[in-house]
């Protein structure tokens, strides 16, 4: 079973601090998911990698498939990316997709 | 493009009935995925449906089931519900189930079902 660490759990922060959330995972994966959830539950896709890095504004995720560890990144963060970051690891195994295995989450704060 | 849609956002039933919950996917799309986030257990995986057929299913009871219609949209059945099935199912959707490759899933808002 492929299990999903994330630290930290909970994270409060000043606006405009530098925020990193890590996500830690047990075997090997086809792909990593990092997901954004507000209060109310919708879901937003933030990225998916399956290696390296990607950037999208003021977010960066990376990956490094050996160590089996992915980061996601917030620039100058804004109260308005209070939210619960999700970390879920996804399997191609040749004979399909299987479902999304997830994180805890990591319920982060931005004060003003 | 319209996204994933789910509907209805909130559903309220009571021991032993059936809850029905419904999922259209983005345009195009073959596969949707169901998942359940119950209050202090995270996200989980359900059901897996791909050209109508269950492809994959978690580790949840056969009172959890679903089928997938020729339009690519989705149910969810829950049959003699528990309270213990209260929580937000959410609802992915992707192209081709990843039966070639790896594919991105999309969410939809998810319904809330509330079993009193």
């Known amino acids: 079973k492929n299990e999903v660490e994330q630290s930290p759990q909970n994270l409060t922060a000043q606006e405009g601090e530098f925020i990193t959330i890590n996500c830690s995972y047990s075997?090997?994966?086809?792909?990593l998911h990092w997901l954004q959830q507000h209060p109310g539950g919708g879901i937003v896709s933030l990225f998916m990698l399956s290696s390296g890095k990607k950037k999208h504004g003021r977010l960066i995720a990376t990956i490094n498939i050996q160590e089996k560890h992915s980061s996601l990144h917030i620039t100058a963060s804004h109260p308005r990316d209070s939210a619960v970051y999700i970390c879920a690891v996804g399997l191609y195994s040749g004979g399909g997709a299987d479902g999304l295995t997830f994180g805890k989450g990591t319920h982060l704060i931005i004060q003003p | 493009e319209a996204g994933v849609t789910q509907s209805p956002t909130h559903l309220i039933k009571t021991r032993g009935q059936q809850a029905t919950l419904r999922c259209s996917p983005i345009s195009g799309h073959t596969s949707v995925y169901w998942y359940q986030q119950a209050l202090g257990l995270g996200l989980q995986f359900l059901l897996w449906y791909d050209e109508g057929e269950e492809r994959n299913r978690g580790n949840f009871p056969p009172r959890f089931s679903g089928r997938q219609f020729p339009n690519y949209s989705s149910e969810l059945n829950v049959n003699a519900l528990e309270l213990e099935d209260s929580a937000l199912y959410l609802c992915?959707?992707?192209?081709?189930?990843?039966?070639?490759?790896?594919?991105?899933?999309?969410f939809g808002p998810g319904t809330r079902l509330t079993v009193l």
């Open positions: 992915a959707s992707s192209l081709n189930g990843g039966l070639s490759s790896y594919n991105e899933q999309f």
């Open positions: 075997v090997g994966i086809s792909a």
